[in-house]
């Protein structure tokens, strides 16, 4: 694929950007910045959120899993469908109630302001790094596909993109996020479809024998029952699912900005509900995508060093038709702009309301708008530094990330709904520190300590489980008023 077709796609997509971007932004003000106005339809938030969840490294990552981990992504994707159930009833009916723009205001209703900023503080150093990463592995393709043909600095294609990100939401907010993840959610669909359908017919099948050559393939197990002591083991994977979706999708600004969006609680439940469907689907054919993409390379004796390169390295430069290269740019892009959009934004909304607590001094458009371009100036450095460490399995890393940085989150909320007790505020800070760290101390040990035993992402509940403990101690019975 020439750089002139990759300049062509990226000018497209960019221009499509802003036409929604500018479009939606009409008639926001400030503080619709931060809830869209509580007015996205119920359709438009159910696809939206499958965009929101899927980044440009679920794009390149899932496909390139298949070789060593077949379909068992599909047993953690088992068990984001228990954690939507258990959003859409137990954590958006809280939300709703309680009236909150950024989800930490609840934190701040049972135990208090240092929870609330404790809370905080957790979400948005685990949101900027993982937003970064992500952003960061999608630099790293372009910067091979194009910016190295011209021999621009991988330092300007950080700034490039984190300027255009900032660009299209310095004014819709929340409101342009929706609409550019629904857009997303289709481009990126219709992308995956279309590589599938050429791929197919690069192989001299038809779909029917393409569903039994992969059926047939190694690439195709789905469970593992056997090995407890195998990361990808039914219970470790289905278990770490529920959590990670709890935690990363429910209990994450970025993410539930969309449903906190919409019209009313029911909208909001029906639209998590329908959205994990089709999640569901769409992971499916990544998945897929993938196994095609081996019998690909396979059959035409091509070398895959990284799965993270599969993806672009096949539909670029392995003879496919031109159409599969636009097609997978497209994808790729719409992944990582929305996303970034996304991140940046609810890093703005939590900064400003959560830390800065600008919503009390009345200075909160000021603020907001120094704090939207600080972030973005602060992702853009992270992606550069992220040039210079080694990050192979980006979607593990991220994973893997989570479950240190989101198992306080879990903690705090889990004991905020089932229990009547309150913690020491003094200790809320120190058994947030101290949960990861230990958690991290097991993990590496585990193997020694745990007669072999290694963490996967169930590392996530053994660290919600030192913040409970650690909660539990340090509180005491609250009394009825």
Known sequence: MSPLAIILTLALYVALLFVVAWRSAR???????????????????????????????????????????????????????????????????????????????????????????????????????????RAYVICVVLQGLLYDVYDIPFAVNAAVMMSLVWLYTRRGGVRSVVWVEMLKTCIMITSIVLCIAYVVDALNM???????????????????????????????????????????????????????????????????MTSIVIQVAVITLFLTLGALLYMYVDSRNVAITRGDDLFGLVATQCGLPMVVG???????????????????????????????????????????????TLIAAMMTLIIITFHHVSTAGAITLIFTMASYTYGPLLGLFIFGLATRRRPNPRAIPIIALAAPTLSYIVATNSAVWLAGYTFSYDILILNTAITLLGLWLTSRKQMDK
């Open 326 to 372: 636009v097609a997978f740019i497209l994808g790729l892009v719409a992944s990582t702009y929305s996303s970034a959009g996304s991140a940046l934004t609810a890093l703005t909304t939590s900064l400003t309301l959560d830390i800065l607590r600008s919503d009390k001094d009345g200075n909160i458009e000021h603020t907001r708008q120094w704090v939207h």
């Open 27 to 133: 008639n926001v003000t400030a503080k619709s910045f931060f809830t869209g106005g509580r007015s996205t339809p119920r359709a438009v938030a159910a696809i939206a959120m499958v965009g929101a969840a899927m980044s440009g490294v679920t794009y390149i990552s899932v496909p390139g899993s298949v070789a060593t981990d077949g379909f068992s992504y599909l047993q953690t994707c088992m068990g984001f469908v228990v954690g939507y159930i258990i959003i859409a009833y137990i954590l958006i009916p809280l939300y709703f109630r309680l009236g909150v723009v950024s989800l930490y205001e609840y934190l701040d209703h049972r135990f208090g302001i240092v929870a609330h900023r404790t809370g905080a503080w957790f979400f948005f150093i685990s949101k900027i790094a993982s937003a970064s990463l």
């Open 206 to 272: 038809d779909i029917s024998t393409a569903v039994a050559s992969i059926r047939d393939s190694r690439y195709a197990e789905v469970f593992f029952f056997d090995n407890p002591l195998d990361g990808r083991y039914f219970w470790k994977q289905f278990l770490a699912g529920i959590f990670l979706v709890v935690a990363m999708t429910g209990l994450d600004q970025d993410m539930m900005q969309t449903m906190l969006s919409c019209r009313s609680r029911r909208d909001a439940q029906r639209s998590m």
